[in-house]
């Protein structure tokens, strides 16, 4: 029996995530994917935006959610299980200004049925990185026979 | 000193929503603001779905965001102050299929700084709502002068 | 095969939940068990308040984690499965001053592996019951054998 | 104008929790507190356990509620203004087994109004530190005349 190696998996939640339809209309890039760590990104445009030209709350909110369930999903076998966005928390801590969004998702504790992730997500304003988001989030992991 | 009658701020939140780049890029809609209420909705397309045709998780973070901050906006006078959101939890109870995404969000406490909203996200799936995402939000009020 | 009638459950859930050390030495009520809502309680004394004479927070989340908890535990056969607070959010709406302070904790949706369970908790002042805090819970169901 | 040195400061916040009343009835300790970071902790012992002899959640709540709003508190000038918990979310992430239960409280990002708090909950089992539980507090800064 062998073990899939991790760059086929990375490269298999890589191809789910720029699948999205919705991801495709945000136009995300999927910066890194590693064992446990997943970053994402997008670059501001005015399709991104809210009424004072900062990244729309959703827009973050969406970086959180696709981050932190792929960080979940390295940690499983895919070819037995998947993972699902149970619930987070997200904390909207400074104005998201600046030309580009990252979201960084790390976890936290990886479970049998369940897996804290936690997110941390940035503006780049003159080439610096500002933090504007803290999240936290439960991940459930399905047996493919059940999902 | 006259009070701005309701229907005039409604329609003046309405175009704030409305007016939002992401907003017509997700091609959502107000359905209804009243006191306390907001409701939003949008409609199935491929560019509002993830991998399994489901509505992303990231489209109903956004209504999520969008309504709860709406709802607390109707509590406050815009002359004087505005909204932001603080923080949000969000729990993703079933799978968000069907063919239009609703969102209604409701006060349950409004504060003179800090304003907690509830938020119900339903799918309609052959004519009937099914519930999909329940969230808990916290709105923040700031003075225009020091916002 | 017979199923356990209802009573006999919560009895159960009762028993557990008034065997806790923690729940002695907060000295709260179990006021009742019904399918998918238990309400919880205890009186005001001095060695359940904060510095300022109102409830300790501790004391809210602590009402709010064992009533969510038991809540969802309504909904499972307990010969097979055990439920464990897998994570909740709390607000803090109001001081909570008063004589007595209630949780009320209802299941939202009843899922296989995990129950959303949320939770309002109240003060009673001068008769009247006071909002002061919203809860909203995930609950996760674990198989016995796998516990 | 002089400024009340840290010392002085750290020291009201430690009267203030271990004057509580529930801070005794828990019979919990203020470990440190330093700018920005407080760590609070407990002792096993049958009164804070559940049915199944673990910490109760209860008491990890209490000490995150705690340790998140003193930490938030370390960040402001308590003549002028005080701290109060708006909100926190918990994830309890494994069995809160061991003799001793550790909170370290952390401030993410202090604001004028708001202030988020990352908060990291320890069980010691046989000498090591085992991560139980990972909590985000927003706290509300008040003005003292306001609150």
């Known amino acids: 029996m062998t073990e899939i190696p991790f760059e086929a998996r990375a490269a298999a939640i890589r191809n789910t995530l720029e699948g999205q339809g919705f991801t495709r209309l945000v136009d995300a890039e999927v910066v890194s994917i590693e064992p ?10 005015p399709e991104v935006l809210q009424q004072n030209g900062l990244f729309h709350g959703g827009v ?10 792929a960080a979940a999903g390295t940690m ?36 049998r049925s369940l897996t804290v ?3 941390k997500v940035f503006c780049r304003i003159d080439g610096a990185e ?6 936290l989030a439960t991940i459930a992991n399905l047996d493919l026979k059940t999902a």
């Open 130 to 135: 500002k933090l504007v988001a803290v999240a």
């Open 76 to 111: 499983i076998d895919r070819t037995k299980r998947s993972v699902i966005t149970a619930e987070y928390k997200i904390n909207l801590v400074a104005p998201s200004s600046g030309d580009r969004l990252t979201c960084r998702a790390e976890v936290v504790r990886p479970g």
């Open 36 to 45: 446990g760590v997943v970053i994402m990104a997008l670059d501001r445009r």
């Open 117 to 119: 992730v936690e997110a």
């Open 60 to 69: 973050v909110a969406y970086l959180v959610d696709n981050a932190t369930t």
